[in-house]
């Protein structure tokens, strides 16, 4: 009718903004090289524990180090655990602060595709796991639930280097949020014992560590003794001391104090996020990967005997099924109650080939694993069906992503030219 404007059809991974796209861009570089260390660090720990010196690898877990006096002299394989992975959740719960408060997804129809694909991702696989597993391995619920970014980005390196940047974007928020979801998982119901006192006591130095942050200081040497007091009083409390890690991140401002005349400019959130995002993704997960992944396979015959159990058969079957169906299923269900299609250029193929990318889950499932059963017999079997599940997702998301090769090859050749005109940003928002 005359006077009415055309009504928009919503779309389903359109362009980032430019400015956004650099930085989603930067960030999966470092990613990715994360996560090619990573996997050396993970193959070097299965070979020497298969190796005739395997003794000498769990020797090496278990020397202790630390202050007793402060009830802190944990072995190798705890500090990776416990304190490494806490730069790491430090660092994701940064990156989606900032997300939401100055990037894409503090619009809300696109922040509402890869949260609801990470909910479903978690919710689905667990389901899975206890409909194959139950009874007395329910413990490992949560073991399929979580996407390794770091591992995912490495693969999507190799097999997607024309990938479209919403496609990418898509999977590394998917990540971050997921990761988010898993630590509180872990602080819910992987906590045996809680004790309140230092729980409250660490409340002081998180508030201290903020007010220092919100006055805008970035000396070390002022903010590492509240955020080590945070992290050491959390980890005295049976909580997991990764919470702290994002407990810390989220008092981080993302955006700076505007002076009078001046323009809002990026705060401590991004200068954080530089600077330790390379410790994160180029120490501490290899580390962590490095003293979780070695477990002894038992011969040809052991990974056949091990992946036959109930536990491994339940992780399995969640990351390989329940992840794909999960994350496809919640970003159909969005696309169907907001009447959004696709963007020009992709189908849902596309999307089906990141949903079983995001059954690589190895970093947080280890992790998770090793609350939920501990060292032991079970140890080997969730440690193999984590590998095993997480290589076989790597290997079916390459031969799907490959097969749309062209495409993204036509869609990068788009993009890039758009990328030569000055009106960048004009042609990267999009209502």
């Given at each position: ?19 956004e ?9 470092k ?14 720990a ?16 278990a020397?202790?180090a ?18 490494l992975l806490?730069i ?7 990156e989606?602060k900032?997300?939401?408060v100055a ?21 689905v ?9 139950g ?14 970014i ?10 997607g ?10 999977l ?7 990761d ?13 014992h809680?004790?309140v ?7 002081v ?13 970035r ?7 509240p ?20 407990l ?8 700076s104090?505007?002076?009078?005349g ?11 996020e ?10 501490a ?9 070695g477990v002894g ?13 109930p536990?491994?058969?339940?992780i ?11 994350i496809?299923?919640a ?18 193929i ?15 499932s ?7 059963f ?18 076989t997702?790597?290997?079916l998301?390459t ?14 050749r788009s ?8 009106g ?8």
């Amino acid at each position: 009718m005359p006077g009415t404007s055309p009504t928009r059809v919503p779309r389903l991974f359109s362009r980032s903004t430019w400015p956004e796209a650099r930085r989603i861009a930067d960030i999966l570089r470092k990613e990715t090289i994360g996560g090619a260390l990573l996997l050396a660090a993970a193959l070097t720990a299965l070979i020497w524990a298969n190796s005739p010196w395997a003794q000498t690898y769990q020797d090496l877990r278990a020397i202790e180090a630390g202050p007793a006096a402060l009830h802190l002299n944990l072995d190798l394989a705890t500090w990776a655990a416990d304190g490494l992975l806490a730069i790491f959740f430090f660092v994701a719960g940064l990156e989606l602060k900032r997300e939401f408060v100055a990037g894409d997804l503090r619009d809300l129809r696109r922040a509402v595709v890869p949260v609801a694909a990470a909910a479903g991702g978690v919710v689905v696989p667990a389901l899975v796991y206890l409909a194959v597993a139950g009874g007395t391995a329910a413990r490992g619920w949560a073991i399929p639930t979580a996407t390794d970014i770091a591992f995912a980005l490495a693969v999507l390196a190799v097999i997607g280097r024309s990938l479209p940047d919403a496609l990418r974007t898509f999977l590394l928020t998917l990540a971050v949020v997921d990761d988010l979801i898993a630590i509180v998982i872990i602080a819910t119901f992987y906590t045996s014992h809680l004790s309140v006192l230092p729980l409250l006591a660490a409340v002081v130095p998180l508030a201290i560590f903020a007010v220092l942050v919100r006055r805008g200081v970035r000396a070390w040497w002022l903010l590492l003794p509240p955020a080590f007091a945070c992290w050491a009083l959390v980890h005295a409390s049976g909580v997991h001391a990764t919470v702290a890690g994002v407990l810390l991140a989220l008092t981080v401002p993302v955006l700076s104090r505007t002076p009078p005349g001046g323009t809002e400019g990026p705060g401590l959130a991004e200068h954080f996020e530089h600077r330790f995002r390379p410790l994160s993704a180029g120490v501490a997960v290899p580390v962590f990967a490095f003293f979780s992944a070695g477990v002894g396979l038992g011969g040809l015959g052991g990974p056949a005997g091990a992946l036959s159990d109930p536990v491994a058969m339940g992780i399995v079957a969640g990351l390989l099924v329940g992840k794909p169906v999960g994350i496809l299923a919640a970003t159909w269900l969005v696309a169907r109650f907001t009447r959004a299609t696709l963007d020009e250029g992709l189908a849902w193929i596309d999307m089906a080939g990141l949903a079983v990318l995001g059954g690589i889950g190895f970093t947080v499932s280890l992790l998770i694993g090793e609350l939920a059963f501990g060292t032991g017999e079970a140890d080997a079997r969730f440690k193999i069906a984590v590998l095993a599940g997480s290589l076989t997702a790597a290997l079916l998301a390459t031969v799907i992503l490959r097969l749309r090769a062209r495409v993204y090859r036509r869609i990068h050749r788009s993009e890039t030219a758009d990328s030569d005109h000055d009106g960048i940003p004009d042609l990267y928002q999009r209502p």
